[in-house]
């Protein structure tokens, strides 16, 4: 069965300041990969996802992650962060082509002025 | 083009009381997954249905819960006799197809059951 791990709950970090948010995977087949990110009390809107090829995905809002298998991470980066990335953001994964998606418990951006 | 769609976006009830919660997916879209969000907590699956058919329910609690999507209409999620552990964000999404990577699922802004 396919899990996401998340394992920063919170991670504060000043303007203009690059930030990284760790995701770890597992599964047992092939997956997709995702990051959501969630603004307060709203839905989810996709900033980026792998499916195969290059394991540099760009995003958008000026955030990309890197597909690392070895590893089974997919860490979410962005060089220089704004106000209004303030937000929740959330790893997701699928197995093969199915749509049943797994999140992981997700890691709040705190954006410091 | 509108996006997902879902209402109400807040609804309190009362512990025993029913709770129906509407989704309409994206024009043209004919797949719709529900997700459950408690507090402090990511998104959990919990149904995947297409037109008139459910395809995977294995997220969903055995009892109390149901879901449908009517050939005409928006879908549908059903909680019977709620009690306070149902308190949740519960987010609908749709996709244009069944095959995760080549489609995305859109989200709609959730709908905040609270149960007094």
């Known amino acids: 069965a396919q899990s996401v791990t998340q394992l920063d709950s919170q991670v504060p970090v000043f303007e203009e300041a690059p930030v990284e948010l760790r995701c770890n995977y597992s599964?047992?087949?092939?997956?997709?990969l995702f990051w959501y990110v969630q603004y307060p009390n709203q839905g989810l809107q996709l900033l980026l996802k792998y499916l195969s090829g290059s394991t540099l995905v760009k995003g958008i809002n000026g955030f990309e992650a890197e597909f690392n298998k070895s590893q089974t991470s997919f860490h979410l980066r962005k060089p220089s962060v704004h106000i209004s990335d303030t937000a929740e953001y959330f790893c997701a994964v699928s197995e093969g082509g199915y749509q049943k998606v797994t999140f992981g418990t997700g890691t709040k951006l705190q954006v410091i002025p | 083009n509108a996006g997902v769609m879902q209402n109400p976006r807040h609804l309190v009830r009362r512990r025993g009381q029913e709770a129906r919660l509407r989704c309409s997916p994206m024009k043209g879209h004919s797949h719709v997954y529900w997700y459950r969000q408690l507090p402090e907590e990511g998104l959990k699956f919990m149904v995947y249905l297409q037109k008139e058919n459910i395809i995977d329910e294995s997220g969903m609690p055995k009892e109390r819960f149901s879901a449908e999507f009517p050939k005409e209409g928006p879908s549908i999620l059903r909680i019977q006799q709620v009690v306070r552990g149902d308190s949740a964000a519960y987010f609908c999404?749709?996709?244009?197809?069944?095959?995760?990577?080549?489609?995305?699922?859109?989200f709609g802004p959730g709908t905040r059951l609270t149960v007094l």
């Open positions: 599964s047992s087949v092939s997956v997709y």
């Open positions: 999404a749709s996709s244009l197809s069944g095959t995760s990577g080549t489609n995305e699922q859109f």
